[in-house]
């Protein structure tokens, strides 16, 4: 181990509960491990870069491998580079699968992927020191480039399993260093064939289970270690362009102009309070603004926008998104400006199953926590997989709801009362399925 992994497992275990080592789950060896894959891609800031389909993912991918072979698992790797730990029950017709991702954005933190693998791996070591033996078959995952660094586009290892991945586009995809995805795959010991033929028949997994960090502050500001993740959040991507009538900033009076750039500020001074209107979960987030010509003299004959619209509801979502489009038809009327809309992405949100949500609370309920539902507003591999099969997610309390930085925390303390309740919610469906 070296000097960073070792003081990140000793400020993990500084503060830790060891009441919550029971049942076979094991503190200790879940920071170790945390600790160990921290140190596969470490900056110079502490924090990590693991790009998909980098050697630091398949270096990362290896370390798991190792624990899941020490562990009883057999492992698999699919066309994607998908690990597969199976550990097989007598019933080989039901399979409930656990996982996460271990590749991480550039300059990411330690825990965005790496903490749900290392979970759902914790339940079968748990499971072994115990001598529980499970019924149906569990599989431990690792998806392959979840961030999507690497080509602006994520989940591409979930993608290729549940068959959804866009072989036209990704066949002539560059990668940001402008190398081939074929050639991307080949540096890994993988090709762009055996990707496209890793779609697997899902028919028999009953759930798939993802632990992951919230990425923001509702646990914390509730005090809670862990929640209910009650549906994903799908984005749809608008970009509206207001017209108006350049000219010069001087020469121009106030009383003759159609600036697109005052009507961009009244759109998006007005855009916060629509979300509300439609529920609780919707968000609407204006984040890019393109002025042109952009010049310090000139009034702006044209305003490019982009709105990114979410909600966990398909329904609402879609109706936000008929709001923030009328929003800018009245805008455009009241300034006199020319609007044009392009539709640049509709991501259908995943809801999660009432029966999923009730086997968790009841798990959560069993640690003594007090059930608290939140919905993703990010998408996760357990999105992608919520287009085949039920999916159920745990979110553990972030630091100061940091992510995607070196400063990323969790403590041991909430990551391993993640395990207990994903163990507890894993065990039920063996027992009573979903
Ligand atoms: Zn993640």
Request: proline content about 4%; aromatic content about 6%.
């Amino acid at each position: 181990m070296n000097t960073f992994s070792r003081s990140f497992s000793d400020r993990l275990l500084s503060d830790y509960n060891y009441t919550f080592n029971k049942n076979g789950v094991c503190g200790e060896r879940l920071a170790n491990r945390l600790a160990l894959l921290s140190g596969i891609g470490l900056t110079s800031d502490s924090g990590t870069n693991r790009m998909g389909f980098s050697k630091e993912e398949r270096c990362a991918k290896d370390q798991v491998i190792e624990w899941m072979e020490e562990a009883g698992l057999t492992v698999q790797e699919d066309g994607a580079g998908n690990v597969i730990g199976t550990l097989y029950g007598d019933d080989q017709q039901h399979v409930i699968m656990a996982g996460s991702h271990v590749d991480s954005v550039p300059n990411g933190g330690h825990f965005d992927g790496p903490l749900g693998v290392l979970c759902a791996l914790e339940i079968v070591e748990a499971w072994k020191e115990t001598g529980y033996k499970p019924q149906k078959t569990y599989e431990v995952v690792i998806f392959s480039d979840e961030e999507g660094s690497r080509f602006k586009s994520g989940l591409t290892g979930s993608t290729a399993m549940t068959g959804n991945a866009d072989e036209v586009k990704l066949r002539s995809v560059k990668d940001v260093n402008g190398q081939a995805f074929g050639d991307v795959l080949q540096n890994v010991g993988l090709n762009a064939d055996g990707f496209f033929r890793a779609k697997r028949d899902l028919n028999r997994v009953e759930v798939f289970y993802e632990v992951h960090i919230e990425q923001g502050k509702r646990l914390e500001q509730n005090n809670l270690p862990v929640g209910i993740v009650t549906g994903i959040a799908g984005p749809c991507w608008l970009e509206i362009s207001f017209k108006g009538k350049a000219g010069h900033a001087g020469n121009t009076p106030m009383n003759d102009r159609q600036d697109p750039l005052v009507a961009a500020g009244d759109f998006t001074r007005q855009i916060p309070k629509l979300p509300r209107e439609v529920s609780e979960s919707a968000v609407a987030t204006v984040g890019q603004l393109h002025v042109y010509p952009n010049g310090i003299n000139v009034i702006p004959g044209e305003v490019v926008m982009t709105v990114d619209i979410r909600d966990i509801k398909k329904e609402s979502r879609d109706f936000l998104v008929s709001k923030v489009k009328k929003l800018a038809e009245n805008i455009s009327e009241q300034h006199g400006v020319k609007l044009s809309f392009q539709e640049k992405v509709r991501i259908p949100p995943v809801p999660i199953k009432n029966s999923v949500l009730m086997t968790v609370e009841k798990a959560v309920k069993l640690e003594h926590i007090h059930p608290f539902y939140l919905p993703s507003g990010a998408g996760h591999d357990a999105m992608m997989m919520g287009r085949q099969v039920p999916v159920g997610m745990i979110f553990v309390r972030s630091k100061d709801g940091i992510s995607h930085h070196p400063d990323e925390w969790s403590s041991l303390n909430d990551c391993v009362q993640a395990v207990h309740v994903l163990k507890k919610s894993v065990e039920a469906t063996m027992e009573r399925g979903v």
